[in-house]
């Protein structure tokens, strides 16, 4: 492309698309920026496709989200259905069950749209835990990348939440309980639950506005925040550059990858593609959610074996394990859900979003970092992030223990007693193993030639806070003298 | 599909005509299973649709193209040869000191005007306070409904379809879901009616409230509040199915397993004068989960 | 020891008798009428008297009571029990589960015979799903059977390693008995509680869950959420990975197939 006559550019520009993008640059000027743009360079490594996983699942969400709006009424006036599905003939229902009903038997490609989306909530989070986990092992969240650290956690729970609303909104009996327990733990806070409940839910469980603000803040208000933070995301990385693993040429220095045109676009592309063809097998083959077994809501009725979406688990698995500690003094109360619902997910993503001011506290590693650590390479955060990874495995299992029990035929109060041992087992024994395995291997690699980059000492004795002005003032006392 | 530009192979080397054939075969294969994919679709729609089919077309309609991107990209593509300079991020000490000068001398000029200063702030900070109050609005003061139902005293007990339940209606060993009258929409005051096959053991105080061993207790848990709709006659216990509460329904519903702090409230009931089921006032406590004031 | 069990026999025998009355008028033996009680004894003396004893007031040994009194058992649940093979039980520690059947239908006929000569006891309901009316058999099914079977008939945990089980295998007359008589755990509901129409219809719903309108596609066991994390995690995102490591793989080894202009 370096020459070009003339008469050729100006055969070339004859074309409709080139004349549109040339009409568009006189009024805009981007040519400049787009052609930086494709001259981007990207490292090519298998784990860095997995944010984008999460990024082309919310592309299939928003797609068959929107579908689905076209058909979905929220509302919670009594209608009595009349579809075309026998069993709930003449049955009284609200009037987004009865729509979410018709919506799967008498819309075309309405079912298939509806699984497609839930699988593709799933997947959703699914990918932006392993993408949380592939930046967390290879320390891709150090200086600068804190704050896209943090707007990647936020992302998280907004994602968390988002699929909670959304499967709260069809108003079956499997959905209304999980509503109920939210509304529950937002009870149980301490002070301010009564309010924030009432608030949130417009009057006491079941509220009369619940399904149409989740509406709101399903299809509207989160779709456009979680929009707005996966761009911001995205305009830091390139802002960043991406990280990459050391070795082979590549330094802090440079980036070394492919170009953006053509070859990652395509294959970004082709990836997006096929992440929307796999929810599209799940969505037709395997059904999800079949809300016209599990009726429409009661608040007086319940299903053995009532579990929430896999990604909420782990709340529902704590609140299984946590033994009945209800605390009473004064005249005042806070009852047990407390501990393990609202107050877990707060330490949960406290400290997910202290981590990196965290580990730099504890390292005393404030450097820039654009070269990834290889986990073994960090055993202190690796066996700490595989002991975290544990932990929550382990309230998320729990969260099945029911069906657990029938299917291997076991006593569901054994299965309990076990998975409560095995909270407080399992993570100290896996950090053990990590760290010595992590060791293992660091060993080998030495025998075989590999220099392992220097690894920070880990400031331990920061842990024993009360010593902590002592330290500073022992910190402070030669500074001042030199 | 090859670039215009680009210079034929070179005719003897004989591996590369045969891998460019090869791709160029996928791609297209892929392309072509994409376009079927697609056609199928709309037929399948226009026939009246079908789920499975509709995903597997689907499914083969995105994946032909994703595939086909990707493999034309493997095999006909640049890859993994570019190098990029990174820049450093942070501003130099130059354009930050430049910055805060322009600022600085900005921020001069606004604050001159000390009055006008603080009266602005005060303004945006009401204005701020005034702008909370619109969220009161979303739901009402939470009052006294959340310790009560609407059982009162000489309210008869009905089944959720509303019909009048009578003492002898609850056979030994049953187990009947129980609203008070006219209030079956009560969220609240969903109530258990059981009637065991050995003898409740009454919390003192509350001899009187199981006529010929018919015992009422809220049918919600006092963890989250989830039905707890699993009655075992034979051991006389109730299971929730949310989080595995266990209730001794013998020994005033206390928990003897699980996550629940709680024994589930009790009704004190009567048999009326026509044998129907009546309160005789409300719960034993407020029903339902725990919150901050339940004991004020 | 002796007061709660006083008052139950007393509580227990005008309720029970009562309630069968109302439900079957007189005909207490409807499936006992065919049944020999001669042979019904043979029967019940080698394989039921170990446990329920010989003159079926049940068995204790050592404080342990080895097999309920059969007083009050009655057509329906010995039935129920006989035809889903949960009794006779081979070791009286045994929880009973579903296993073919050990007798015959002429035994089990014998059988109720006899077992109806020694007490009274629900007869054998008369469950006919044809009139039963499906939305409504779901609306009761979903209101007293759904906290333990599970909205899909599964089944599902009960306290110290019991469970209700799976649906599935019932038989009309079966589901009928059941909720006739409350086997195992299960609570009764008697007529006044769901009427004879009511268990016709909670009985087709029942049958209905068997096969029910997989529209969606592979049922996964009809489980919810769980199965549905299980796949998307090992299929979802596990294909996802591997055609990561197909786009992201090392393409570096492969000869260029088109020089670079």
Same mark, same amino acid.
Not at chain 1, 49 to 58: D, Q
Not at chain 1, 139 to 157: D, K, Q, Y
Not at chain 3, 69 to 74: I, K, P, R, Y
Not at chain 3, 216 to 231: C, H, K, M, N, W
């Given at each position: ?79 009595? @259905? ?123 469980? +079941? ?148 981590? +990196? ?69 399992? +993570? ?6 990590? @760290? ?41 006392? +030669?500074?001042?003298?030199? | *599909?090859?670039? &215009?530009?680009?210079?034929? &192979? ?9 891998? $460019? ?16 994919? $697609? ?17 597997? /077309? ?18 006909? *593509? ?9 820049? #450093? ?36 900070? $009401?204005?701020?306070? $005034?702008?909370?109050? &619109? ?22 007990? !009905? ?40 003898? !409740? #053991? ?44 266990? /209730?001794? !329904? ?6 003897? /397993? ?12 009567? !048999? ?25 | ?64 009571? %080895? ?82 079977? =599970? ?10 390693? %019991? ?31 769901? =009427? ?25 066991? %009809? ?31 492969? %000869? ?6």
């Amino acid at each position: 492309m370096t020459t070009t006559s003339p008469a050729r550019r100006q055969k070339r520009d004859k074309l409709l698309t080139r004349r549109a993008a040339r009409w568009l640059d006189a009024r805009l000027g981007g040519a400049k920026y787009a052609r930086t743009a494709l001259g981007k360079v990207f490292p090519d490594h298998w784990s860095f496709l997995l944010g984008e996983l999460a990024l082309y699942a919310f592309v299939v969400l928003l797609a068959t989200g929107v579908y689905l709006t076209f058909f979905f009424h929220p509302g919670n006036q009594i209608v009595t @259905y009349h579809g075309s599905y026998a069993p709930l003939h003449g049955v009284q229902m609200s009037e987004a069950y009865r729509s979410a009903v018709e919506l799967s038997f008498d819309v075309r490609a309405g079912l298939v749209m509806r699984q497609i989306h839930h699988w593709a909530a799933l997947l959703f989070v699914a990918s932006i835990v392993v993408h949380l986990m592939r930046i967390f092992f290879t320390g891709a969240f150090r200086r600068p990348r804190e704050v896209n650290w943090m707007i990647g956690v936020l992302l998280l729970i907004l994602a968390i939440f988002n699929g909670f609303a959304g499967y709260s909104l069809l108003d079956d009996q499997l959905s209304g309980t999980g509503l109920r327990i939210a509304y529950s733990i937002t009870l149980s806070i301490p002070l301010a639950g009564t309010w924030l409940a009432s608030l949130l839910f417009g009057g006491e469980f +079941p509220g009369p506005d619940i399904i149409d603000r989740l509406y709101v803040i399903h299809i509207l208000l989160l779709p456009a925040v979680i929009a707005l933070l996966i761009g911001i995301h995205l305009f830091l990385v390139v802002r960043h550059k991406h990280t990459q693993f050391g070795g082979m040429g590549r330094t802090e220095e440079n980036v070394v990858g492919e170009a953006v045109w053509p070859s990652f676009a395509f294959k970004s592309l082709g990836l997006m593609m096929l992440v929307a063809a796999v929810l599209a097998a799940l969505g037709g083959l395997a059904q999800i959610n079949p809300i016209w077994l599990y009726g429409p809501f009661d608040p007086a009725e319940v299903s053995s074996a009532s579990q929430p979406d896999w990604y909420m688990g782990w709340l529902d698995g704590s609140l299984r394990l946590f033994p009945p500690l209800e605390i009473r003094a004064f005249g005042f109360e806070v009852p047990a859900p407390f501990f393990p619902g609202a107050l877990l997910a707060g330490i949960t993503f406290g400290l997910l979003f202290a981590w +990196p001011s965290l580990e730099a506290l504890f390292t005393g590693d404030r450097r820039v970092h654009h070269l990834l650590d290889r986990p073994r390479d960090r055993p202190v955060r690796t066996s700490l992030g595989v002991a975290t990874l544990s932990f929550y495995t382990v309230l998320t299992l729990a969260a099945s223990n029911d069906v657990i029990a029938t299917t291997f035929g076991l006593s569901v109060n054994a299965v309990l007693l076990t998975f409560r041992a095995l909270v407080i087992v399992l +993570p100290p024994i896996a950090a053990l193993v990590t @760290y010595r395995l992590c060791n293992e291997l660091q060993a080998r690699d030495i025998a075989g030639g590999y220099v392992p980059p220097d690894r920070p000492r880990v400031r331990w004795e920061l842990l024993r806070f009360w010593r902590w002005r002592a330290m500073r003032r022992a910190s402070r006392a +030669p500074s001042t003298a030199g | *599909m090859s670039d &215009p530009t680009a210079p034929d &192979p070179i005719p003897e080397d004989a591996a590369r005509t045969a891998l $460019a054939k090869r791709g160029e075969r996928l791609t297209t294969l892929s392309f072509a299973v994409s376009i079927f994919g $697609a056609l199928a679709l709309a037929v399948v729609y226009w026939r009246g649709g079908q789920p499975q089919l509709e995903g597997i /077309f689907l499914c083969l309609a995105l994946g032909g193209l994703g595939v086909g991107m990707i493999v034309w990209a493997r095999y006909f *593509m640049p890859h993994g040869t570019d190098v990029e300079a990174r820049h #450093q991020i942070e501003s130099t000490e130059e354009e930050i000191d430049a910055f805060r000068e322009e600022f600085e001398r900005g921020e001069h000029i606004l604050t001159r005007r000390s009055l006008l200063v603080r009266m602005g702030t005060a303004a945006v900070a $009401a204005l701020g306070v $005034a702008l909370i109050f &619109p969220i009161r609005s979303l739901g009402p003061r939470p009052g006294k409904g959340f310790k009560s139902t609407p059982y009162r005293k000489g309210i008869r007990l !009905v089944t959720d379809d509303g019909t009048l339940i009578k003492a002898d209606d609850v056979s030994v060993d049953g187990v009947i879901t129980a609203f008070p009258e006219g209030h079956t929409d009560a969220a609240d005051a969903s109530t258990l009616l059981i009637r065991p096959n050995e003898p !409740v #053991q009454a919390r003192p105080g509350r001899e009187s409230w199981t006529p010929g061993n018919l015992v009422a207790y809220s049918k919600l848990c006092t963890h989250v509040g989830c039905p707890v709709g699993l009655y075992q006659a034979g051991v006389h216990l109730l299971l929730c199915p949310c989080h595995q509460s266990t /209730f001794d !329904v013998l020994d005033g519903a206390r928990p003897i /397993f699980g996550p629940a702090a709680r024994s589930l409230p009790q009704l004190p009931i009567e !048999v009326d004068g026509e044998g129907y089921i009546v309160a005789r006032g409300d719960f034993s406590g407020p029903t339902g989960p725990g919150f901050w004031d339940r004991d004020r | 020891m002796i007061r709660p069990r006083l008052l139950r026999l007393v509580m227990l025998v005008p309720l029970v008798a009562a309630g069968l009355y109302l439900v079957t008028g007189t005909s207490t033996a409807r499936g006992a009428e065919h049944g020999d009680t001669g042979r019904g004894r043979e029967l019940y003396l080698t394989g039921c008297s170990s446990c329920h004893g010989i003159h079926g007031k049940g068995v204790e040994a050592n404080g342990e009571q %080895r097999g309920p009194s059969l007083e009050h058992a009655g057509p329906a649940i010995t039935n129920y029990m006989l035809t889903t093979g949960r009794m006779p039980l081979a070791n009286s520690e045994d929880r009973p589960v579903r296993k073919d059947p050990a007798y015959d239908t002429e035994q089990i006929r014998d059988l109720i015979a006899y077992v109806s000569t020694l007490g009274e006891g629900p007869a054998i309901p008369d469950v006919d799903i044809t009139t039963g009316d499906l939305a409504a058999g779901g609306e009761l099914y979903r209101a007293n059977c759904q906290p333990c079977h =599970s909205a899909s008939g599964a089944g599902g945990a009960l306290s110290y390693g %019991r469970a209700a089980p799976q649906l599935s295998k019932a038989t009309p007359t079966q589901i009928g008995s059941a909720i006739r008589t409350g086997p195992g755990q299960m609570p009764v509901f008697g007529p006044d509680t769901l =009427s004879s129409h009511e268990v016709d219809s909670i009985a087709r719903y029942v049958k209905y869950l068997e096969h029910p309108d997989d529209r969606g596609g592979v049922s996964l066991g %009809r489980l919810g959420p769980i199965p549905e994390g299980f796949l998307i995690w090992v299929l979802g995102v596990g294909l996802l990975i591997v055609i990561c490591t197909w786009i992201g793989g090392r393409t570096r080894n492969r %000869r260029e197939v088109e020089p670079q202009p």
